[in-house]
Structure formats: C-alpha cells, structure tokens
Nanobody, 124 residues
Framework: QVQLVESGGGLVQAGGSLRLSCAASGRTFSSSAMGWFRQASGKEREFVAT????????YYADSVKGRFTISRDNAKNTVYLQMGSLSPEDTAVYYCAQRPVAWTSVRENEYNYWGQGIQVTVSS
C-alpha cells in the first residue's frame, strides 16, 4: 500500500515562493510517474505538473509554466513542487498523486494513489 504525505504548504504573500514536498511510502516510487494537482474552493481539481519516473520528462499546466518546477529524489521517495511568483489565483489545496507506470499524464483518473492534500494560500 502506498501512502503519500504532502508538506510545505501555508500562507505566502503574492510574488513569494513555496516548496511543496510529497513523501511516498512503499517500494513503487522509483518506478512511478508522479503528479501535482490542485483544487481551489468551489472549483474542480485541476492538473498542475507531472514528472516521469526518472525525472527526465516533465509537463506543466499553462497556468504555472515558467513559475513552478516539479522534481523528484528517488533515493528519498520524494517529489517536490517549487512554486514561484505566486498569485492569489494559485490559492488551492494541492495534492500529489502517483500512477502505476513510468510516464507522465495530465489525467486524474490515471493516478491511483493520492495524498490528503495541503493548503496553499496566497495573499494579495
């Protein structure tokens, strides 16, 4: 069984930065692509970023491209989301997710394990 635990969220001013971490349990992390999604209040959950199992391939939503960076450390079973130039529109609960294959995906239903989510609030 895989457990994903996000950390690093909180309150930040517009223009600031945060780094989210997601620690995974289990033995499948290094063979799995990972993703970050977010859900703002009153909105559907949306894709943010994804990374392949080796980290060689990444893909971002247009809304975060150039501001966010996804990375991973397979030795630590951890995936990261470095967020910069934050705006109030980035306020949401952020979720990390793991899928059972090596390559990336933007589709929620292709991820089978999810973290509990962590709040990121950007004040103006």
């Amino acid at each position: 069984q895989v457990q994903l635990v996000e950390s690093g969220g909180g309150l930040v001013q517009a223009g600031g930065s945060l780094r989210l971490s997601c620690a995974a349990s289990g033995r499948t992390f290094s063979s799995s692509a990972m993703g970050w999604f977010r859900q703002a209040s009153g909105k559907e959950r949306e894709f943010v970023a994804t990374i392949s199992r080796t980290g060689s391939n990444t893909y971002y939503a247009d809304s975060v491209k150039g501001r966010f960076t996804i990375s991973r450390d397979n030795a630590k079973n951890t995936v990261y989301l470095q967020m910069g130039s934050l705006s109030p529109e980035d306020t949401a609960v952020y979720y990390c997710a793991q899928r059972p294959v090596a390559w990336t995906s933007v589709r929620e239903n292709e991820y089978n394990y999810w973290g509990q989510g962590i709040q990121v609030t950007v004040s103006s």
